[in-house]
């Protein structure tokens, strides 16, 4: 099983439950957690004693917890094959715990630039990850159409480019 959330969700209680049983029972989820160091509208330090939200869980004896990247591709990937062959074992679940940015609000509810000045946004966006896997892709043996190719199929899939990427 996978689940995928931000760190801030860590704080509600169905989360923290959902954890503990899966520990608990010792069951194969993996449990992705994306840090960017905010909740809808509130800094993460508001929300947890812990600079690293996943740290609450170090106490759990079968949670395997890794930490990684999130803007790294080749580190996230390690992590996430780290979080697999854990829980292939049958000891229990994993977190992988991925430290990455948040470039745009978190919802059409959210205005971001209410908390996040203009040099903080700009920062984030300049650490955006995709121009990266991007080259990363072409250096590993993608071609230009191909990865082309990819990103239509993807905006078709979503309805939506993601902005300053993809080339039609």
């Given amino acids: ?13 169905y989360c923290f439950e959902s954890i503990n049983g899966a520990d608990r029972e010792q069951l194969p989820v993996v449990f992705v957690v994306q840090d960017n160091g905010y909740g809808i509208s509130v800094p993460k330090r508001d929300q947890s004693a812990n600079e690293h939200i996943c740290d609450n869980f170090s106490g759990f004896p079968n949670l395997r ?6 803007l ?34 978190h ?8 908390y996040r000045d203009e040099a903080e946004r ?36 979503t309805g939506r480019p993601r902005e300053g990427h993809g080339r039609p």
Avoid: W
């Fill in 122 to 157: 700009a920062e984030a966006k300049a650490k955006d990850p995709l121009p990266r896997f991007r080259e990363y892709c072409l250096d590993h043996g993608l071609s230009e159409d191909e990865l082309q190719a990819i990103e239509i199929d993807n905006q078709a899939r």
């Fill in 1 to 13: 099983m996978f689940c995928s959330q931000g760190e801030s969700s860590l704080s509600e209680g």
């Fill in 65 to 70: 917890i890794i930490k990684c990247n999130g």
């Fill in 72 to 105: 790294d591709f080749p580190d996230s990937m390690r992590a996430v094959e780290e979080a697999l062959a854990y829980v292939r074992t049958g000891k229990g679940p994993s977190m992988v715990y991925a430290t990455c940015v948040r470039i745009g609000s």
């Fill in 107 to 114: 919802s059409n509810s959210d205005r971001h630039e209410l």
